[in-house]
């Protein structure tokens, strides 16, 4: 399997959200679409042509990414978790999954992504 091309980003600080849109530009991905909240994120997932996904584990007004996480798993998508966090931020079903630590760097969201191949 390759690299993922297309990745969705679910993450609702818009300054996070374009510097991973610029990184995943410089990494030669392209960006199926980024989404500020799971209802949104649900949809885009529901559109399909999406390879991969970095998801924000918080998301504003106490949301929680984890529908989104279940939607992607279910459809064999594979997905990053981005957190602050500990493990304990991670729900226990998506702990196995790779793990984007803020702050980001571009070095590691390309070796995240490349895991995920």
Do not use: Y
């Not at 931020?89 to 980001?104: D, I, M, T």
Request: hydrophobic share 45%; aromatic share 4%.
């Amino acid at each position: 399997m390759t690299s993922p091309s297309r990745v969705l980003i679910v993450e609702d600080e818009p300054l996070i959200a374009m510097m991973l849109e610029d990184f995943l530009d410089m990494l030669d991905r392209q960006v199926a679409g980024t989404a500020d909240n799971c209802a949104h994120a649900l949809a885009l997932i529901e559109g399909g042509g999406i390879d991969a996904a970095i998801l924000d584990v918080n998301l504003r007004g106490g949301e929680r990414s984890w529908p989104v996480a279940d939607a992607l798993a279910a459809r064999g998508v594979p997905f990053v978790v981005a957190t602050g966090g500990g493990d304990d931020s991670v729900e226990p079903a998506h702990r196995g999954r790779p793990r984007l630590q803020k702050p980001f760097t571009m070095d590691h969201v390309e070796k995240v992504l490349g895991e995920l191949a």
